[in-house]
């Protein structure tokens, strides 16, 4: 049996690989670590907008998390958006007034079609 299931053998990867651009109906903030000078010779850290796009989120369920922890990766939520090649790992996603820390970013089957990010929430 070929497809999407045997590819990735983690459920937190087995996303539907039919995922439609309607099933993308959250907005998140892609956002990048900057230094700002502080005026007395150091800098700040802060954040700064990307871009701002459509995403579907998910959270993770209590069994995947086990799953994942066995992996010694932490996940909360899986973000699904269109494909951009210009998004790291060092990232992270504002929504909803929440901070989600990028844990890894999945191209599935290296389609160039989706990016299934994997985050946690920050506290």
């Known amino acids: 049996m070929g497809g999407i299931l045997n590819a990735y053998p983690n459920p937190y990867y087995r996303a539907n ?15 990048y670590q900057t230094k700002v000078p502080d005026g007395m010779g150091a800098f700040t850290v802060t954040w700064a907008d990307a871009a701002t796009i459509w995403a579907a989120i998910w959270p993770i369920s209590a069994n995947e998390q086990i799953q994942a922890m066995g992996q010694a990766m932490t996940i909360t939520h899986r973000i ?3 494909y951009r090649n210009t998004i ?5 996603i504002s929504h909803a007034g929440k901070y989600f820390n990028i844990v890894s970013i999945v191209d599935p089957n290296m389609a160039h079609r989706w990016l299934d990010i994997m985050v946690k929430e920050a506290a």
């Open 88 to 92: 790291k790992a060092s990232w992270r």
């Open 80 to 82: 699904r958006i269109r």
């Open 17 to 31: 690989p039919n995922t439609s651009p309607a099933d993308l109906n959250k907005t998140i903030t892609l956002q």
